[in-house]
């Protein structure tokens, strides 16, 4: 069974203060990875798709890596604005059923000013 | 444009009502996703239609039902709901069938 862990659960930091984030994915075979924010009550925002190992892809503040067994988002100097939960979610081949997403439990980023 | 539309953005419903939500795009995609979202949960899959095929959670209960009238729209009947279906209800689509890019959600109270 696929499984996708993130951590830490919670994060708070200070504006300006940079930091990490995990998830860590144990899948029979890796289609994707893909980074989501999510603001309280919304549906989640696409942010970052990664394919392979090895492979980085920035935006603004974050920056996503992926290695063979992790994937983590660097938040650099971060702002208020980027408190939000952040969802990380694997695509792998399913062999057979439905063939969706499988998501992290996210990590709850509080940035204070 | 990476816009999926849900109606309505929230729904109270009787335990003995039937109703339907709704969700709609324009880009072209030919997946569409139906996820479920419990409070500080993550989405969970319920229903996949791709390339006008449908795959189902095997864990979803029978109360709800996808229907896909075209490419463009998926709509979920809801019908005899329990208190526990309560929760934040998202179509999805996707360009590649990996991805997907998210609506707002309904937010679904059954009382």
């Known amino acids: 069974e696929d499984q996708v862990t993130q951590s830490p659960e919670a994060l708070r930091l200070q504006e300006g203060e940079s930091s990490s984030l995990n998830c860590s994915y144990t899948?029979?075979?890796?289609?994707?990875l893909f980074w989501y924010r999510q603001d309280p009550g919304k549906g989640p925002e696409f942010l970052f798709t990664?394919?392979?190992a090895g492979e980085e892809k920035e935006k603004e503040r974050l920056k996503a890596t992926l290695t063979k067994k992790e994937s983590f988002l660097h938040i650099t100097a971060p702002k208020p604005e980027d408190s939000a939960t952040y969802l990380c979610?694997?695509?792998?081949?399913?062999?057979?059923?439905?063939?969706?997403?499988?998501f992290g439990k996210g990590t709850h980023l509080i940035i204070q000013p | 444009d990476t816009e999926v539309t849900q109606t309505p953005k929230h729904l109270v419903m009787g335990m003995t009502n039937k109703k339907s939500l709704k969700c709609e795009q324009h880009m072209g995609h030919r997946a569409m996703y139906w996820y479920k979202q419990k409070a500080k949960k993550p989405p969970e899959l319920m229903f996949v239609y791709s390339y006008e095929k449908l795959s189902i959670n095997e864990s979803v209960p029978s109360r709800f039902s996808p229907e896909c009238p075209n490419s463009s729209l998926l709509n979920l009947h809801l019908h005899a709901l329990q208190p526990e279906d309560s929760a934040l209800y998202l179509c999805a689509s996707s360009p590649t069938g990996s991805e997907a890019f998210f609506g707002q959600g309904t937010r679904l109270t059954v009382v």
């Open positions: 990664l394919y392979s």
């Open positions: 899948v029979s075979g890796l289609r994707g």
């Open positions: 979610a694997v695509h792998t081949y399913s062999g057979g059923g439905a063939d969706g997403l499988t």
